[in-house]
């Protein structure tokens, strides 16, 4: 992409603010204003998503219920509601489809959009986030850059209801004494790896040699990270309509050992995917399962079928057959099944696998 060409790009993100605590709050109106935690609850549940009122105390997402209580004894925690959180998300979403061509949801609350040509790109979000508001009662924040780098920083910049525009030059100047960890895509083992080399700032990161950044971490990741630091990203929005793949998974309170007990969860787990995938009209190609063992070792396994299936006897077989295969050497303490490749069924009379 020319210089020209990326200077003129105009980026927005989207991003609901607390987005499964402000669908309870539509359902529960008693509850606003008040500490609220969405997690199951149990011994070992993590945090889905707090309140605000929540979050002033140090309650975030995937911290351990158990710390969440001890830091914020009056919060009140609500189990989550898929279904619910599916159905808001979608009236979010034909929202900005309707007032922008070019969407690529990321998740059930966030969104990039591809601004650029048109006239008034600052009021087409403002629109969205209006409508929103009006319609379904929820509130976003958005960021606009010429990037989805820029523009994904600026949403999360001034939560909640926040409405950020930046160019690389205000980015730079906001960030730049900040982590590289602030940076989407470098994750925890990046960061300590640049910090154990002296490299603590975006700054300091932008002042190491692009040769230098490749020695270290790679041909590919190190001028990636040369680029990232100077917020110079052109990676494109891509429409995305469709989840590619669907899940569902449970953490046990005590950690089972049982190989029978295992695969009953398999099979109510895989029960409950096919049905809601049944009722989206979708079916998948590839089966997985997720298991993470008491250590937390967490391991994955898949297999294609030959044709996408929606039969859920076939799917169980499938995941239990892999279960058997790893055979885990350890007590569970996480299950999950995974359908992938997903599509939509076109009528009746689809032809499924019968064996592995």
């Known amino acids: 992409m020319s210089g020209s060409a990326r200077s003129r790009r105009v ?8 987005f499964f605590a402000s669908v309870e709050l539509l359902r529960r109106p008693e509850l606003r204003g008040r500490p609220v935690i969405v997690a199951h609850d149990g011994p070992r549940s993590v945090v889905t998503t707090a309140t605000y009122e929540a979050r002033v105390h140090g309650v975030g997402s995937a911290m351990p219920l158990v710390t969440a209580r001890r830091r914020c004894p009056d919060a009140i925690v609500v189990p989550p509601d898929l279904d619910a959180y599916r159905d808001a998300s979608a009236g979010v979403m034909a929202i900005v489809r309707d007032e922008v061509d070019v969407v690529q949801q990321l998740s059930l609350d966030e969104a990039y959009v591809e601004l650029t040509g048109l006239l008034a ?22 960021g606009i850059g010429p990037s989805k780098l820029v523009a994904k920083l600026a949403s999360d910049a001034e939560k909640p209801r926040g409405f950020v525009v930046l160019d690389r030059r205000d980015a730079w100047r906001r960030w730049a004494d900040d982590p590289p960890s ?7 083992r990046t960061a300590a790896a640049l910090a154990g080399r002296g490299v603590a700032t975006i700054r300091a990161l932008a002042a190491v040699d692009v040769d230098v950044l490749a020695d270290w971490f790679g041909e590919r990741n190190g001028p990636w990270l040369w680029r990232r630091c100077r917020f110079d990203d052109d990676d494109p929005v891509v429409p995305v309509r469709e989840p590619v793949s669907e899940s569902r998974e449970t953490t046990f309170s005590v950690d089972i ?14 029960e409950r995917l096919v049905a809601a995938l049944d009722d989206q009209g979708r079916r998948g190609r590839t089966v ?58 076109d009528g009746p009379g689809v032809q499924l696998a019968l064996a592995l």
């Not at 602030?182 to 925890?188: D, I, Y």
């Not at 299936?309 to 099944?337: F, K, N």
């Open 182 to 188: 602030l940076l989407p895509g470098v994750g925890p």
């Open 11 to 18: 980026v927005g993100h989207l991003d609901c603010d607390a």
């Open 288 to 345: 997985g399962i997720k298991v993470r063992l008491a250590d937390f070792t967490t391991v994955t396994r898949s297999r294609t079928l030959p044709v996408a299936a929606d039969d859920v006897e076939l799917v169980v077989e499938t995941a239990t057959a892999l279960l058997r295969e790893y055979d885990p050497p350890a007590p569970v303490r996480l299950l999950g099944v995974r359908m992938a490749g997903l599509e939509l069924v």
């Open 121 to 142: 790109p600052k009021a087409a979000m403002r629109r969205v986030v209006h409508r929103v508001r009006d319609e379904t009662g929820l509130h976003v924040s958005v």
């Open 257 to 270: 050992a049982d190989r029978d007990v295992q695969e009953a969860e398999l099979r109510r787990l895989a």
